[in-house]
């Protein structure tokens, strides 16, 4: 399965970027889909997943209220739009496939994306 993310870019503090996530090579509807964060020399962060059909979403405390995840199963895409950006959500961002509902830790998904930068400033 490969997964490869985009749509990350710099904005001003309080505006807004929707990220996408294409997949292939699998069968999408099939896996909860998340997307996560990484600032350097930290940890990856779980930010927000999206079970199989779409039904359930769930979300990090820091984003919850301010991004939404979607999926589009028919385009085997995934999205996370991000409204009201603050500067502490400049990282870059994974989308990952996985089978494990509300998993929070990376180990909880089993493909990744090559990540993609998002720069909030203040």
């Known amino acids: 399965v490969q997964l490869q993310a985009y749509g990350g870019g710099l904005v001003q503090a309080g505006g807004s970027l929707r990220l996408s996530c294409a997949t292939s090579g699998g069968a999408f509807s099939s896996f909860v889909m998340g997307w996560f964060r990484q600032d350097p020399g930290k940890e990856r962060e779980f930010v927000a997943a999206i079970t199989w059909g779409g039904y359930s979403t769930y979300y990090a405390d820091s984003v919850k209220g301010r991004f939404t995840i979607s999926r589009d199963n028919a385009k085997s895409m995934v999205y996370l739009r991000m409204n009201s950006l603050k500067p502490e959500d400049t990282a870059v961002y994974y989308c990952?496939?996985?089978?494990?509902?509300?998993?929070?830790?990376?180990?909880?998904?089993?493909?990744w994306g090559q990540g993609t930068l998002v720069t909030v400033s203040s």
């Open positions: 990952a496939a996985g089978s494990k509902w509300k998993g929070r830790l990376p180990h909880d998904y089993d493909y």
